[in-house]
Nanobody, 124 residues
Framework: QVQLVESGGGLVQAGGSLRLSCAAS????????MGWFRQAPGKEREFVAAISWSGSSSYYARSVKGRFTISRDNAKNTVYLQMNSLKPEDTAVYYC?????????????????WGQGTQVTVSS
């Protein structure tokens, strides 16, 4: 079992930055690929970014590529999402998730463990 707790969300103006953190406990964090997803009101949950167990590989949704950066610190059991040049359309609840393997995936179905989410609101 893996427990995930997100933090770092908040209200920011368009063009601003936020860094989300996801702290993991339980099973060995470094064994798992990690992902960030988001869900806006009235919309389905969508993939944002993911990273492999070692941090050597990552992948981004087209909508955030070049603006967001995913990283991880296995010594601290934490994965991060640095969000720059934020836009109002980035407003959503952001969730981190741990996959069932050491690779990463873009489908939420491949992730076994989820955090409770953190709200990000970008004002125009």
């Amino acid at each position: 079992q893996v427990q995930l707790v997100e933090s770092g969300g908040g209200l920011v103006q368009a063009g601003g930055s936020l860094r989300l953190s996801c702290a993991a406990s339980g099973r060995t964090f470094s064994n798992y690929g990690m992902g960030w997803f988001r869900q806006a009101p009235g919309k389905e949950r969508e993939f944002v970014a993911a990273i492999s167990w070692s941090g050597s590989s990552s992948y981004y949704a087209r909508s955030v590529k070049g603006r967001f950066t995913i990283s991880r610190d296995n010594a601290k059991n934490t994965v991060y999402l640095q969000m720059n040049s934020l836009k109002p359309e980035d407003t959503a609840v952001y969730y981190c998730a741990a996959s069932g393997s050491n690779y990463y995936y873009t489908s939420s179905n491949e992730y076994n463990y989820w955090g409770q989410g953190t709200q990000v609101t970008v004002s125009s």
